[in-house]
């Protein structure tokens, strides 16, 4: 049984493993890790186009960025485990059922543990999960945190399940995975108070995601989406490889994909009618998704200004500024960085 808090009903470890801060972000327990609530939709539909655009083979990128990432997090999870990891090798079983409970949680699967030999090899299977090639990277990250070893991750499918099976390579150390690197913007300064509940301290907004942990889903009940808690590392690691390998016309592409994507998922909501000066209302979902911390918006001569802060990704953000504040029109966008931690976006409305 996983224990929920008695007065939100957000699962404990999301608000104990996590903190929302006043920038418009989420970080992890330790500080270490930037993290995003994110429609599955979006991550799939990112991966899926990039792939398509520049080729298949990419997606081994994509798993060694994520298991980055995923390894800086597992280790902020460690905290209070890691003596026991080491002296008591047995409650590395346990750990990584924890860790396929906390994958349930974040919305990422339904994942379980079906085999380990211990500093050999670990099978997580799952029914479903928010993006193959990231997951495959999620448990590769995982087992490197706990072996400390270097390892590879294989995809199969059986029985209507998806397996990941990660073995030991042999090597102590995992080049792929360690060739990536954090790299942090100072963040701008922000003022976003929550409401947070009482017993627990997560922002009340957060409570009205539902959770199905059985079946490893985390819903946004505004739009019917499943949604996930992930670290944004791997995702701006993707985004920089894609970026130096290709050509600076992978920003524009992202953008504009990820507005295309957004587009899909506001029919379901309903708008309040505001005035140009007011829309930036319409963002706040920004800030305690931990996308950036949305500071104002403003009329043009032919339609919106907006400005983010601390966005977690500035093509992605941008796309999904550009969709929200030209619900139901046609418009043209353009965005720029136009300091480190700020992102401008100008809507025109055609």
């Known amino acids: 049984m996983i224990p929920l808090c008695r007065e939100c009903g957000v699962p404990l470890s999301v608000s104990s493993s996590h ?38 083979e990419v997606e081994s990128s994509f798993t060694h960025a994520k298991a980055f990432d995923a390894c800086q997090y597992v280790r902020s999870l460690m905290v209070g485990w890691k003596k026991l990891l080491i002296g008591y090798p047995l409650i590395k079983r346990p750990f990584y059922e924890l860790l396929c409970d906390q994958a349930r949680i974040l919305g990422m699967a339904d994942a379980g543990l079906e085999g380990y030999r211990r500093g050999r090899e670990l099978v997580v299977s799952c029914s ?28 199969k499918e059986r029985e209507g399940k998806v397996l ?41 907004p957060v409570s009205f995601f539902s959770w199905d942990i059985s079946a490893g889903l985390m819903v946004d009940t505004f739009n019917g989406e499943p949604v996930t808690l992930i670290d944004v590392a791997g995702i701006n690691a993707v985004h920089m490889e894609a970026r130096s390998r290709f050509g600076s016309w992978v920003d524009e592409f992202l953008a504009a994909e990820v507005k295309a994507m957004v587009d899909t998922l506001l029919p379901g909501l309903e708008w309040k009618r505001r005035r140009p000066e007011e829309r930036v209302r319409d963002l706040f979902f920004l800030a305690y998704r931990g996308m950036g911390n949305p500071i104002f918006t403003e009329p043009t001569g032919d339609g919106l200004r907006a400005r983010v802060e601390n966005p977690f990704n500035y093509p992605m953000v941008a796309g999904i500024v550009a969709s929200f504040l030209g619900r139901g029109r046609s418009v043209s966008f353009e965005w720029e960085r136009s300091m480190p931690g700020r992102l401008e976006v100008s809507l025109h409305f055609l």
């Open 19 to 56: 903190r929302w801060e006043e920038q418009g972000r989420i970080l992890s327990r330790d500080g270490a890790q930037r993290l995003v609530i994110v429609e599955r939709k979006i991550i799939n539909g990112v991966i899926a186009k990039v792939g398509e655009k520049v080729g298949r």
């Open 128 to 155: 479903q999960c928010y993006n193959v090639p990231f997951f495959a990277g999620d448990i590769l990250g995982a087992f490197y945190a706990v072996e400390e070893k270097g390892a590879t991750v294989e995809v």
């Open 164 to 204: 990941f099976v990660v073995r030991a390579s042999g090597d102590e150390r995992c080049e792929e995975i360690e060739r990536y690197s954090f790299s942090w913007e100072v963040p701008l300064q922000g003022y976003i108070s929550y409401k947070r509940c009482g017993r627990c301290g997560t922002p009340f």
